[in-house]
């Protein structure tokens, strides 16, 4: 049973535009969500945050928007460069008990196209 | 500031044997946390260790197991490997056990043949 779906495998996008990578969740009890980038024999490199008291956190090209109704969190990156070309996980944090753990989605591969 | 280092960064083990992994945590981090990352997949929790203690643990085997040190480097053992345990293996550390900003080594990949 996934908690923590990405549903999109693969994205590609043009340098200079806006790449959307989407996420939703079904564990209402998660409270903090995280986004992380893998490089090809790299581990995951922390991006940005947002808390669910918050439904936006902006850091520099990255934006993360957080629908609690509807479970759905996204991340913008504006503009696209390609060095941005990665893995991009989106992670979860339940509150309270199992707060000591991430549930991590799949995945979603980005190419930004030069 | 040294980061979170992981050691070997690549391994072959034959089913049935037994694996050591290891993980120096980031300076000023107490929290050590280990993840499997199966191919195609992301990175499904193993446990963590918080000053020492194991803190909580995910849905693994007791053949996965692990200890953490006073300088919270950590390892990771596994008895017993199976073909399903070739896996990348990671390691992530941070200050506290809530997960805020945990931060990774680059893993090891253990292939069981």
């Not at chain 1, 944090?93 to 549930?103: D, E, I, V």
């Not at chain 2, 950590?74 to 990671?90: F, G, P, Q, T």
């Amino acid at each position: 049973d996934q908690q923590v779906k990405q549903n999109s495998p693969s994205l590609s996008v043009q340098e200079g535009r806006i790449s959307i990578l989407n996420c939703d969740y079904t564990n209402s009890m998660f409270d903090y969500f995280l986004w992380y980038k893998k490089y090809p024999a790299e581990g995951p490199t922390f991006l940005i945050s947002i808390s669910s008291i918050k439904d936006k956190n902006e850091d520099g090209r990255f934006t993360v928007f957080l629908n609690k109704s509807a479970k759905h969190l996204s991340l913008h990156i504006v503009p696209s460069q390609p060095g941005d070309s990665a893995v991009y996980f989106c992670a979860a944090r339940r509150s309270g008990a199992g707060s000591y753990q991430l549930t991590f989605g799949k995945g979603t591969k980005l190419s930004v196209i030069p | 500031e040294t980061g979170v280092t992981q050691s070997p960064t690549h391994l072959i083990k034959t089913r049935g044997q037994q694996v050591t992994l290891r993980c120096s945590s980031q300076s000023g981090h107490n929290t050590v946390s280990w993840y499997q990352q199966a191919l195609g997949q992301g990175p499904q929790f193993i446990f963590q260790y918080y000053r020492e203690e194991e803190n909580g643990r995910g849905n693994f085997p007791p053949r996965f197991s692990g200890l953490q040190f006073p300088n919270y480097s950590s390892e990771l053992n596994v008895n017993a490997l199976e073909l399903d345990d070739s896996a990348l293996y990671l390691c992530a550390s941070s200050e506290g056990a809530l997960n805020t900003e945990a931060f990774f080594g680059q893993g090891t990949r253990l292939t069981v043949v």
